[in-house]
């Protein structure tokens, strides 16, 4: 898809709140990203707040009800861009059938944010820090953006294009997300490390869905899907990690591969929350811990029978 010149023959409304999808994705085709996306504004409001950018023309999402909806189906449950991350964590199916989802949705941010917050703001704003992002990676989750031009779904594994860089295009608005439940058996972790237990931007963050074959002690990885946060320019998905580990005993993953993988798959940083040190180590501790937790739910399922 081509993105059409945006001829803005007038200058954009200060403040325009559509009542449909259409008039929204027509505005956006007239004035781009000279109209911000505004949905729950809890991250607009910080930078207009610290100054970082003037207060720019708003296109306010919030009356768009088809944007705000949840619809599981048979296979996956598909969350439009501007539900909330209360929304999201109190939705039963979601409980259910992607629970790292809804403990993620429950740490972004105080209450009072998560009732504001939305899915769609939290991975457009493009944070390699964001708290939801780690999750949609390790589920494989699936982006559908829209424009008046129509619409394109593609995996949220590739969407980011470099620091604070998507590819979504200047006429475009991301409408749904699309998460696959994961095949029965896997087993997921989902564990943000800060520097306190709520209201902290992670210092590093994994979610890691596990898929295994074979009886207790000598189960196999037959896929391994991860997703990292604060732990390079992006959130990251460890493809190098998939590929090691599968096909490996889980009982005889050590340390020393978990490291040798992810010296591949991470570039962390330094930076006032943490050292790049620090992040390496605790990551290839985090994987470990999520093995260790699959470990033990394929012995408690042999167990209970
Ligand atoms: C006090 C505080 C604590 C926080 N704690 C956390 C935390 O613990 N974890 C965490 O991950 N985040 C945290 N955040 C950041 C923020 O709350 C989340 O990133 C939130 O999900 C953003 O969603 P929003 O709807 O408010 O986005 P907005 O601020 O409305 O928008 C964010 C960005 O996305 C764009 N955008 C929004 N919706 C769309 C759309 N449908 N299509 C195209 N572009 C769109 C906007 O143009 C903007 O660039 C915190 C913020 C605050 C103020």
């Given at each position: 898809m081509?993105?059409?010149a945006?001829?803005?023959s007038r200058?954009?409304?200060?403040?325009?709140?559509p009542?449909?999808?259409?008039d929204?994705?027509?505005?956006?085709?007239?004035?781009?990203?000279?109209?911000?996306?505004m949905?729950?504004?809890?991250?607009?409001?910080v930078?207009?707040?610290?100054?970082?950018r003037?207060?720019?023309?708003?296109?306010?999402?919030?009356?768009?009800?088809e944007l705000r909806?949840?619809e599981?189906?048979?296979?996956?449950v598909?969350i439009?861009?501007?539900m909330s991350?209360?929304g999201?964590a109190?939705?039963?199916?979601?409980?259910?059938?992607l629970?790292?989802?809804?403990a993620?949705?429950r740490?972004?941010g105080s209450?009072?944010?998560?009732?504001r917050?939305t899915l769609?703001g939290n991975?457009?704003n493009a944070?390699p820090?964001?708290?939801?992002?780690p999750v949609?990676?390790?589920y494989g989750?699936?982006l559908?953006?829209?424009?008046v031009?129509g619409?394109?779904?593609?995996?949220y594994?590739?969407?980011?294009a470099?620091?604070?860089?998507?590819?979504?295009?200047a006429?475009e608005l991301l409408?749904?997300i699309?998460?696959?439940f994961?095949?029965?058996?896997?087993?997921?972790?989902?564990?943000?490390v800060g520097t306190r237990r709520?209201?902290a931007?992670s210092?590093?963050?994994?979610?890691?869905?596990?898929e295994?074959s074979?009886?207790a002690d000598g189960?196999?990885?037959?896929g391994?899907?991860?997703?990292?946060a604060s732990a390079?320019p992006v959130?990251l998905?460890?493809p190098?990690l998939?590929?090691?580990?599968?096909?490996?005993?889980?009982?005889?993953?050590?340390?020393?591969?978990?490291?040798?993988?992810?010296?591949?798959?991470?570039?962390?940083m330094?930076?006032?929350?943490?050292t790049?040190?620090?992040r390496?180590?605790?990551?290839v501790?985090?994987?470990?811990?999520?093995?260790?937790?699959?470990?033990?739910?394929v012995?408690?399922?042999a167990?209970?029978?």
């Amino acid at each position: 898809m081509s993105t059409p010149a945006a001829h803005a023959s007038r200058p954009p409304p200060a403040w325009y709140r559509p009542g449909t999808l259409a008039d929204a994705l027509a505005a956006r085709a007239e004035w781009g990203r000279d109209l911000v996306a505004m949905a729950g504004c809890t991250d607009l409001m910080v930078g207009w707040n610290a100054g970082a950018r003037r207060v720019p023309s708003v296109l306010d999402l919030s009356a768009l009800a088809e944007l705000r909806t949840i619809e599981p189906g048979p296979d996956a449950v598909t969350i439009g861009a501007t539900m909330s991350c209360a929304g999201i964590a109190a939705h039963p199916v979601i409980a259910a059938r992607l629970p790292m989802l809804a403990a993620s949705a429950r740490q972004t941010g105080s209450v009072a944010i998560q009732n504001r917050a939305t899915l769609g703001g939290n991975i457009m704003n493009a944070s390699p820090a964001a708290d939801n992002p780690p999750v949609l990676l390790a589920y494989g989750a699936r982006l559908t953006l829209a424009s008046v031009r129509g619409a394109r779904t593609i995996g949220y594994d590739a969407f980011h294009a470099g620091y604070k860089r998507t590819l979504a295009e200047a006429d475009e608005l991301l409408v749904s997300i699309t998460i696959p439940f994961p095949p029965p058996g896997a087993i997921g972790y989902y564990r943000k490390v800060g520097t306190r237990r709520a209201q902290a931007i992670s210092k590093i963050a994994l979610a890691a869905l596990v898929e295994t074959s074979g009886a207790a002690d000598g189960a196999v990885v037959r896929g391994a899907r991860f997703g990292f946060a604060s732990a390079g320019p992006v959130p990251l998905p460890a493809p190098a990690l998939s590929r090691a580990l599968h096909g490996m005993p889980l009982a005889s993953i050590d340390a020393g591969r978990v490291a040798q993988a992810l010296a591949a798959d991470l570039s962390p940083m330094d930076d006032i929350r943490s050292t790049a040190a620090y992040r390496r180590s605790v990551a290839v501790n985090l994987v470990l811990a999520a093995l260790q937790s699959a470990r033990r739910e394929v012995a408690q399922a042999a167990y209970t029978g």
